[in-house]
């Protein structure tokens, strides 16, 4: 007994050494995990800092952080994904960097293997190496991501939904044949049930993507369609959400734009008289978006541009632009361009809702060359129809703006173009004269319209005629400089030709010095 008692006694010193020993050698290993966890936290955190990413990038954090997603320990792996997503979200080089470091198919293998805070954090990464470019996007489906992100998208935590749908929304945004890739992954079907869930992040999210994959062509639009998306995104343009009303706006002026089929498919799921609740929205996202998607409408058919008008759509969109300013208040101009382009009726509810004011303070207010391009093309829709509608913006002196414009020396070349046929389009409906003689000014190219008018109205007015005499024109046309053989020569010759030779020799330029030259050869004593 006492030979045991004395063989356990000389045990326990090595025990408690061992159990030291082993203490020391944990220790080691817990201090490594502590450094790891302070190491990828710290640089999780340098990277919310834009000052903090070339310093981070020389010191070769890519290749630090790579092994990291492979940790034993779950919260390293995350935030190593974290500062990833951070660093490739700050520029395209280090986006590429996580590529050539072969960080992506890692990311793609834990997508399907980790919990949910993983899952959330390697979508993110894919989503910032994405947003850059094509060929980042290409990158990332070729690691193999559509398919493990659009299993994300039947998770059951809605947050990493959200990561999923955000980041096949960047990759299909880039080009027709990324979005054909999603589509083809099966991504749609499963973006429309994102849509129902009841939180907003979500349905803001899986809307954008949907709009993401409509914008490039009518066949990826149609397979939004297929999906049962407008139904339910229509319902939702009179959510009280403002940033998901942009996404629903946005959403599904992609998918009209396309085709009258697919713009008909919109307005079938009873969009008006709602959508123009939304030109009024607090929000100037929704207000903006809303526009967009009545023009996108508008422009295909006169049925489609009926129906708006119908609906009250002109008088909203022209308080819409009286209001909006710079950019937003492009699809607006466009809207009533497009209105008015196919018809006189339309073209007279444009007038007749006050559209002209608007869109002529835009052609002379607005800084931006395509805005004022924009309302002079409008403005030429409109006036184009009859001589009711030229002298309709005649008489708001828009003829002279728009010759203004033309002649501006700062004006774009399109904005040139535009003004001229807007002028010409309209001038030569125009039978109000008093409105044109300011046009007696313009350069020969536009004066030629305008002289004309005058030769077709002229000889059937003689109250015209006289107070064509009365207010100068005759006398401006006279010191037109014309070449011979041209029209406006010949349309000058016409108009003379309604007047007495006297009257046309009074008026013309050199008939003072005719009259003295008479005199000094004038002999009484003869």
Same mark, same amino acid.
């Given at each position: 007994?006492?030979?045991?008692s ?6 326990? %010193? ?5 159990? $030291?020993m ?5 220790? /080691?290993?817990?201090?490594?995990? @502590? ?7 710290? /640089?999780? &955190?340098?990277?919310?800092r834009?000052?903090?990413? &070339?310093?981070?990038?020389? =010191?070769?954090?890519?290749?630090? #952080? ?6 034993? /320990? ?23 960097? !996580? !590529?050539? +470091?072969e960080?992506?198919?890692?990311l ?6 980790q919990?949910?805070?993983y899952?959330k954090? *390697?979508?993110?990464?894919l ?17 193999g991501?559509l ?15 959200e ?5 096949l ?5 880039h080009t @027709?044949?990324?979005a054909q890739t999603v589509?083809?992954?099966g ?12 939180e907003?992040?979500?349905?803001r999210?899986?809307? $954008? ?14 397979t ?7 139904s339910?995104? =229509?319902k939702?343009?009179? +959510? ?7 996404q629903v ?8 734009k ?6 008909e ?7 008006? %008289?709602r959508?123009?609740?939304c030109? @009024?929205?607090?929000?100037e ?11 996108e409408?508008?422009?295909?058919t006169?049925?489609? =541009?009926k ?10 969109m /022209? ?7 710079g950019n ?10 497009y ?6 009726t339309?073209?007279?509810a444009?007038v007749?809702?006050?559209?002209? %004011? %608007?869109?002529?303070?835009a ?11 924009a ?18 913006l005649?008489?708001?002196?828009v ?7 033309y ?6 070349? &399109? #904005? ?9 389009s309209?001038?030569?409906k125009c039978t ?13 190219n536009?004066l @030629?319209?305008?002289?004309?008018q005058? *030769?077709? !109205?002229?000889?059937?007015?003689v109250? *015209?005629?006289? $107070? ?7 006398q ?15 349309y000058?010759?016409?108009i ?7 009257i046309v ?12 030259k008479k005199? &000094? ?6």
């Amino acid at each position: 007994r006492s030979a045991k008692s004395a063989h356990h006694c000389s045990l326990l %010193p090595q025990a408690s050494l061992w159990r $030291s020993m082993s203490r020391a050698v944990l220790q /080691v290993f817990e201090e490594y995990q @502590k450094a790891r966890v302070t190491f990828v936290q710290t /640089v999780a &955190d340098l990277a919310t800092r834009p000052q903090n990413i &070339d310093a981070l990038q020389n =010191a070769g954090v890519m290749a630090l #952080l790579r092994p990291l997603l492979l940790d034993n /320990v779950a919260s390293i792996q995350q935030s190593a994904a974290l500062a990833l997503g951070r660093l490739a979200n700050y520029s395209d080089e280090l986006a590429e960097s !996580v !590529v050539t +470091h072969e960080i992506l198919p890692q990311l793609v293998y834990s997508l399907s293997q980790q919990n949910r805070f993983y899952k959330k954090a *390697a979508a993110f990464v894919l989503r910032a190496v994405s947003k850059h470019s094509p060929q980042l996007a290409q990158a990332v489906v070729d690691s193999g991501a559509l398919d493990a992100l659009v299993t994300c998208l039947e998770e059951f935590d809605p947050s990493v939904k959200e990561a999923a749908a955000w980041a096949l929304g960047y990759i299909a945004r880039h080009t @027709k044949e990324l979005a054909q890739t999603v589509v083809d992954a099966g991504a749609v079907p499963l973006l429309v049930l994102c849509f129902q869930e009841p939180e907003l992040t979500l349905k803001r999210i899986s809307a $954008s993507a949907l709009s993401d994959i409509c914008k490039h062509s009518p066949e990826l639009a149609q397979t939004v369609v297929d999906a049962g998306a407008v139904s339910l995104l =229509a319902k939702d343009i009179s +959510h009280n959400d403002a940033p998901l009303k942009r996404q629903v706006c946005s959403c599904l002026a992609q998918i009209a734009k396309h085709s009258v089929d697919l713009a008909e498919v919109v307005v079938e799921a009873e969009i008006f %008289p709602r959508i123009l609740h939304c030109l @009024k929205d607090i929000d100037e996202f929704v207000r903006k978006n809303a526009s967009t998607c009545i023009r996108e409408i508008a422009r295909h058919t006169p049925d489609l =541009a009926k129906l708006i008008v119908n609906a009250g759509g002109v008088a909203a969109m /022209v308080d819409y632009i009286t209001e909006a300013r710079g950019n937003n208040r492009l699809p607006g101009i466009m809207t009533l361009g497009y209105i008015a382009a196919f018809s006189e009726t339309l073209a007279l509810a444009v007038v007749v809702s006050k559209g002209i %004011p %608007p869109l002529k303070d835009a052609l002379i207010n607005e800084p931006e060359d395509h805005l004022k391009a924009a309302a002079a093309w409008s403005l030429g829709q409109i006036g184009r129809h009859s001589p009711d509608h030229a002298r309709a913006l005649a008489e708001a002196d828009v003829l002279r703006r728009l010759l203004a414009v033309y002649l501006h020396q700062d004006s774009s070349e &399109d #904005l040139q173009t535009k003004a001229k046929r807007a002028l010409k389009s309209v001038i030569q409906k125009c039978t109000h004269l008093p409105a044109l003689e300011p046009l007696l000014e313009a350069p020969p190219n536009i004066l @030629k319209y305008v002289v004309q008018q005058f *030769a077709k !109205v002229l000889p059937n007015d003689v109250n *015209a005629r006289r $107070s064509f005499v009365q207010s100068g024109g005759l006398q401006k046309i006279q010191e037109v400089k014309a070449e011979v053989g041209s029209k406006l020569h010949d349309y000058i010759d016409e108009i003379n030709m309604l007047y007495p030779p006297e009257i046309v020799q009074y008026y013309s330029p050199n008939y003072a010095e005719t009259l003295l030259k008479k005199m &000094d050869e004038f002999n009484p004593t003869g």
